[in-house]
């Protein structure tokens, strides 16, 4: 699945990097007590994408409530305030093809440059890119950008973050 969540008003409230860091051990805490496999991810100050595996899917809105309800009330307290609602909603898309889910990984990966946090992909930690570049190198990486496009993807997040 690819997962598309987004903070309610779009407000930035993973804007800093003790947010961010909580939300993503509340992803893969759940994603491991569910028995969910993480694959890529990124977070962005005001939403997120994840590329998950799972045997059921059936679980899903479980495994979104579970990380929401247990973000929230961190990143509430890390911002000094309570925000009521925090979330807003999430998309999820389930994988068609070998080209479907490459073009979503690249969409994700490059979400970054995207919105305009960096100009390059590699500046910015609060992805899996590094740990993708890890273990496939840098020439594997260009190459599955050049196989797989993904700029005419339209996932919700395009001029409103």
């Given amino acids: ?9 779009k407000r930035k409230l993973l804007a800093n990097d003790k947010a961010k860091g909580s939300l993503l051990n509340a992803i893969n805490y759940w994603i491991g007590k569910l028995n969910w496999k993480l694959v890529d991810w990124v977070i962005l100050d005001n939403h997120y994408h994840l590329m998950t595996k799972s045997c059921k899917g059936m679980d899903l809105p479980k495994l979104i409530q579970q990380i929401h309800r247990k973000s929230a009330t961190e990143i509430n307290q890390i ?4 925000v009521k609602p ?3 909603n999430y998309w999820d898309t389930c994988m068609r093809n070998k080209k479907d889910y490459f073009r979503r990984l690249n969409y994700i ?4 440059v ?3 946090y960096v100009k ?7 992805s899996s890119f590094h740990i993708r570049l890890e273990k496939e190198g840098i020439e594997e990486l260009q190459m599955q950008f050049a196989l797989y496009d993904y700029r005419n993807l339209e996932l919700g997040d395009e001029d409103d973050f």
């Avoid at 699945?1 to 008003?9: N, Q, R, S, V, W």
């Avoid at 990966?109 to 970054?112: A, F, G, Q, S, V």
């Avoid at 390059?120 to 609060?126: A, F, Q």
């Fill in 86 to 88: 925090l979330w807003y």
């Fill in 114 to 116: 995207k919105h305009k």
């Fill in 109 to 112: 990966l490059y979400n970054p």
């Fill in 79 to 82: 911002n000094g305030f309570k």
């Fill in 1 to 9: 699945y690819m997962i598309t969540d987004a903070l309610y008003k």
């Fill in 120 to 126: 390059e992909i590699s500046n910015y930690k609060w």
